[in-house]
């Protein structure tokens, strides 16, 4: 079975700081897709970033980084110069290559301090 | 242009009732799902459509049927109403390459309150 952990419920950041979000899952899969996902108190699920495990380079977009550790099992986020706006809560996924299933970890609810 | 729409946005409702989510996404995608967030935000499957065939349904009660009449549309009828059925539901859309489940698309979400 396919499980997604994050260990980390709650986490708070100075504006303009870094924060790092981690993930460790669990598969005997070799091929798959890594996600993080953002949940604003709009309650939207918003894609932040994507990572294919055959892929050794990890993922970037923008202000927001993985770093995917296929051997570890690890795939943690980081975000560069927090803003208020990345006030959400963070949930990281796992999508195996059949089934059309995906596995979500319970989620980081992250407050930016201004 | 919505990517993933659903209706209605927050649906409050006596016990007992019987009620429906529409969901419709135009993507294109060929698999749509339904996921339950519950009050403490943990998310979980319910059902998954492919091409409008049913691929995965979870441990949901009969209560919940969702019926998708074509690919861009999987609605979500819930009958007999009950307390523990207030939640959030999403829905998502996705489109499968090689048989890898790629990013999913998800709706706005509908806050459902039982009374």
């Known amino acids: 079975a396919q499980t997604v952990t994050q260990s980390q419920p709650e986490m708070s950041v100075q504006e303009a700081e870094t924060v790092t979000l981690s993930c460790t899952y669990d598969?005997?899969?070799?091929?798959?897709?890594l996600f993080w996902y953002k949940q604003p108190p709009s309650r939207q699920m918003i894609l932040v970033i994507r990572?294919?495990?055959?892929?050794?380079q990890n993922a970037t977009e923008n202000r927001f980084s993985v770093n995917f550790q296929k051997a570890a099992k690890s795939f943690s986020l980081k975000i560069s110069d927090s803003q208020l706006g990345d006030t959400a809560m963070y949930f990281c996924?796992?999508?195996?290559?059949?089934?059309?299933?995906?596995?979500f970890g319970t989620g980081t609810s992250l407050t930016v301090i201004p | 242009d919505t990517a993933v729409s659903q209706t209605p946005k927050y649906l409050v409702t006596q016990m007992g009732n019987d009620k429906s989510i529409k969901c419709e996404q135009n993507?294109?995608?060929?698999?749509m799902y339904w996921y339950k967030q519950d009050s403490k935000k943990f998310l979980k499957i319910m059902f998954s459509?492919?091409?409008?065939?049913?691929?995965i349904n979870e441990t949901v009660p009969n209560r919940f049927s969702p019926k998708s009449p074509d690919k861009a549309h999987l609605n979500l009828h819930i009958n007999s109403l009950e307390l523990g059925d207030s939640a959030v539901y999403f829905c998502?859309?996705?489109?499968?390459?090689?048989?890898?489940?790629?990013?999913?698309?998800f709706g706005p979400g509908t806050r459902l309150t039982v009374l």
């Open positions: 990572q294919e495990a055959y892929k050794q």
């Open positions: 598969t005997s899969e070799s091929n798959y897709y």
């Open positions: 998502a859309s996705s489109q499968d390459f090689k048989g890898l489940t790629d990013t999913q698309y």
């Open positions: 996924a796992f999508s195996k290559n059949t089934g059309n299933q995906f596995y």
């Open positions: 993507l294109g995608h060929d698999t």
């Open positions: 459509y492919n091409n409008k065939e049913l691929i």
